[in-house]
């Protein structure tokens, strides 16, 4: 038991760790009203394992952090990253391929209120809606079912549940 206690914090550890430099390292389109964040590829991994959940969440805070947001986006934009986490890994033995929704809607819907009344862009809310939107589906749809089926292969090796 303590070995899976240590095990899977190993893997939040890793997870958080991996998504902070992606964070940092596409900092340029990982903020703003049109973002694309790499890192949120990789909210497909609560389908493998529940130390994604925390990892996630930590390491969309500590990115967030770093990338020099506002306390509004620190908290609200890792509870969006949480909320995914938590549904991503609640859908991992029901649709696999529904996966990458959460993370999508979540931050659709919560990232837009903080760009408006955190920063103060004056774009409408909709639009901003959309613009997350697309940049969610590009980095959780596109690159994260990518990561999903570059991983499905390996599952067994790679992560214990």
């Not at 609200?76 to 609640?90: D, E, I, K, P, Q």
């Not at 997350?132 to 990561?147: D, R």
Request: proline share 7%; glycine share 10%; with cysteine.
């Amino acid at each position: 038991m303590k070995d899976q206690n240590i095990s899977t914090m190993t893997q939040a550890a890793m997870i958080s760790a991996v998504y902070v430099v992606l964070t940092y390292v596409f900092a340029p389109f990982s903020f703003g009203e049109v973002q694309i964040r790499i890192a949120e590829a990789l909210t497909i991994l609560p389908v493998f394992t529940p130390a994604a959940v925390p990892g996630l969440f930590i390491g969309c805070f500590i990115g967030n952090i770093l990338g020099g947001a506002i306390l509004p986006d620190i908290i609200c934009g890792s509870l969006a990253t949480l909320v995914g986490a938590v549904f991503t890994y609640r859908l991992r033995d029901k649709n696999r391929f529904l996966a990458p929704l959460p993370p999508i809607i979540a931050n659709t819907i919560i990232v837009p209120f903080v760009l408006r009344y955190g920063y103060g862009i004056l774009l409408p809310v909709p639009f901003m809606m959309l613009t997350v939107g697309v940049g969610e589906i590009i980095s959780c749809g596109i690159f994260g079912m990518v990561l999903y089926l570059a991983l499905w292969k390996y599952k067994g090796l790679v992560f214990q549940k």
